[in-house]
């Protein structure tokens, strides 16, 4: 077993600069005239200065102002571990710190108009390098959370990294590109045989997440809540107002995408960037998961499937992650297991038809132990296709649980003290990649038939990763 991290190319691209929205307006008096000159000189550069967000979230009285004085004090004393927010405690003085933390709390017009979007379009020149990879080379995309990175995997190589940080909602292949979304509303278009960013817009405040769907990209925007349609070159086509936050866009086949929304019981039908028609589903689903041509949504307490006709219910059930969830077939029976968003447990179920309509049957619970990380846990469970096992981590540990009886059937710790992240099966499936999401973590290589450790690359908190080929196969078998 290795340890490297050598990059055959350069190091990370910048890619931002500010963007419009309309500055905060004037402030009524001396002590949030203070408050903003502080927060200039020490935030803007990564919240914007019209607080915005830039390579940080965005900072609303609606959002962060809602916390108590003295947390958000804290929070600029002492930093947020394991993020990339910093400590201030050795260069502002208290008094300084409770202007900042005043300002931040004042309400400012959080707009960002279609004008906003085509103005914040950048193309980023070439590093004329040439191509890196062939047109059909697989590669893997890792988050690194601890450095706002992707990192670039090529049979097991790290090979390019692009600092692009705040990544959210998952990372989308098509074609000869990767689409990359961003929690503060930014999207990022990669060329995959150079493995360098060629153009990035920003679609609103904040970003749910992002779909592609034929020739559009969809991001669906919670703030402002709307949808922003881009075509492939991630020019905007139009902005779509919508009657509530969105709380996912997911693609449903060839030629549709769904989106819930966070406090009306109705999907959203999208075709072609255009709002097509609506679905009364029984709540509002505010997490949402498309296996094959079957939907998954969850409400605060219930589960349900739909055929977008018919509905199932699984009532008074703890709310599983859906999108830390995995899918399979066992002969002709279809599969689900996915952990609990609040602790504890992996559910298992069985999804199918019956005369009456879509089946979610339960068949199992499962032992997994849940670690806090990001509102939610670290539990993430990972199948592939050929493999008679799903992978689990639990606690410090990543489990290999048969898909026949349940049963464990190894189990390896990456590093004790350390917690593992997310999964991902290289495109054969001969690698399991673990990320063990930690200062000093990495993502772990281990072989599928021996159960062995093969590699280790370095990394800063290593979160979701993302294989062009697995990615790409899950995506289309959802039309039916």
């Excluded at 927060?39 to 914007?48: E, I, K, P, R, T």
């Excluded at 601890?146 to 090979?159: E, Q």
């Excluded at 693609?251 to 019981?265: C, I, S, W």
């Amino acid at each position: 077993m290795s340890i490297s991290r050598t990059l055959f190319l350069a190091a990370a691209v910048p890619l931002f600069a500010a963007c419009g929205g309309g500055d905060p307006p004037a402030p009524a008096d001396s002590s949030a005239d203070e408050g903003r000159q502080a927060y200039v000189l020490a935030c803007a550069s990564c919240h914007g200065e019209d607080r915005l967000g830039l390579l940080a979230p965005p900072l609303l009285a609606s959002t962060v102002g809602i916390r108590p004085p003295d947390e958000l004090a804290r929070i600029v004393r002492d930093g947020i571990p394991g993020t990339r927010m910093p400590g201030f405690a050795l260069t502002l003085p208290e008094d300084r710190i409770a202007r900042i933390v005043e300002y931040v709390r004042l309400p400012i017009e959080a707009r960002f108009t279609p004008e906003d979007v085509r103005a914040s379009r950048k193309v980023h020149a070439p590093r004329g390098e040439g191509a890196l990879l062939s047109p059909v080379a697989d590669v893997t995309a890792v988050v690194e959370r601890g450095t706002g990175n992707i990192l670039f995997l090529v049979d097991g190589r790290l090979v390019r990294e692009i600092f692009f940080p705040n990544v959210h909602g998952g990372l989308k292949y098509q074609g000869e590109h990767l689409f990359v979304p961003a929690r503060t509303g930014f999207l990022l278009r990669v060329n995959l045989r150079t493995l360098e960013p060629e153009v990035s817009v920003r679609a609103g405040i904040y970003l749910r997440n992002a779909e592609v769907c034929g020739n559009r990209v969809v991001a669906a925007c919670s703030l402002p809540p709307s949808l922003a349609v881009f075509d492939l070159d991630l020019a905007l086509v139009s902005v779509v107002p919508l009657p509530d936050e969105p709380t996912a866009v997911v693609r449903y086949d060839a030629t549709r995408l769904l989106v819930g929304l966070k406090n009306r019981p109705e999907l959203l039908v999208v075709e072609e960037g255009k709002v097509a028609g609506r679905i009364a589903v029984p709540a509002p689903f505010r997490q949402l998961e498309v296996i094959e041509d079957l939907v998954i949504g969850s409400g605060e307490r219930d589960l349900h499937v739909t055929d977008l006709a018919r509905h199932a219910t699984v009532e008074n059930e703890r709310v599983p992650h859906l999108a830390a969830g995995t899918s399979w077939r066992r002969g002709e029976e279809l599969y689900w297991a996915a952990p609990k968003i609040d602790g504890d447990g992996i559910s298992v179920y069985r999804i199918g038809r019956g005369d009456a309509g879509p089946v979610l049957e339960k068949v199992t619970e499962l032992a997994a132990t849940a670690l806090p990380v990001r509102g939610h846990t670290n539990v993430f469970v990972r199948s592939y296709p050929e493999h008679d096992f799903f992978v689990t981590t639990s606690g410090e540990e990543v489990l290999f649980v048969s898909k026949e009886d349940f049963r464990v059937v190894h189990k390896t710790t990456p590093r004790p003290g350390a917690m593992p992240l997310h999964t991902e099966f290289s495109a054969d499936g001969s690698i399991l990649f673990v990320s063990l999401y930690d200062d000093r973590g990495g993502i772990y290589q281990y072989s599928t038939k021996t159960f062995s450790l093969l590699d280790v690359i370095p990394a800063a908190r290593p979160a979701g990763q993302y294989d062009r080929t697995l990615k790409s196969w899950r995506e289309f078998r959802r039309t039916p």
